[in-house]
């Protein structure tokens, strides 16, 4: 459970589940039109329950998943929280073949291979939530904040721009930024104009 609270532990896309599984806190995805389709880990096993995903969104403009993660292999006293995508390869998410980065995974073998490191987005802060996408995959919103505060105290609200290669290029704070007005802005959405 990310930031001892979880949070989004599941996305449903198509006929795909993906999911953090709460024993070992590893992404999956699972197709749910198929009984016999065992679920196909998205990020790499680290011996236990020492890094967690929530509040995850599918990107299918790059063919990723964007995820929040708690991430305590160094530090479980203060773990840092980021941003991060997973990349799920070039083809459609609901295909039967899955590429994550160099190595594709058959899931009529179930073989087992070593996937990436996801890659950072955004960090920086000590929080992170509700990373949600535009309508076009051109911008994400976001809710981040730091100690001593919880995001019911004060919070700010960010809109980063996605580059052509995927990397936010430019990110603005849009409310929250003000030290001497407390505002908890939280669970941005956007509309089907993208505003």
Known sequence: MAQE?????????????FFANYKDQRLYKQSISSLDVSPIPLTPDYGGPTVSYAD?????????FIAVREDRRESSLNPPTTIVSIALGNNNVQGKNFHLTSIAINIKCNCVVQLSEPEVLVGGSDFYAFPRLDPKSERIAWIQWSHPNM?????????????????IHKSVCVAGYDPSVIESPIEPKWSSDGT
């Open 5 to 17: 609270y979880g949070g989004g532990a599941f996305t449903v896309s198509g006929d795909v589940v």
């Open 56 to 64: 995850g969104v599918l990107d299918t403009r790059f063919n990723r």
């Open 151 to 167: 995001p019911w105290d004060k919070s700010e609200l960010w809109v980063g721009y996605i580059s052509e290669n995927g990397e």
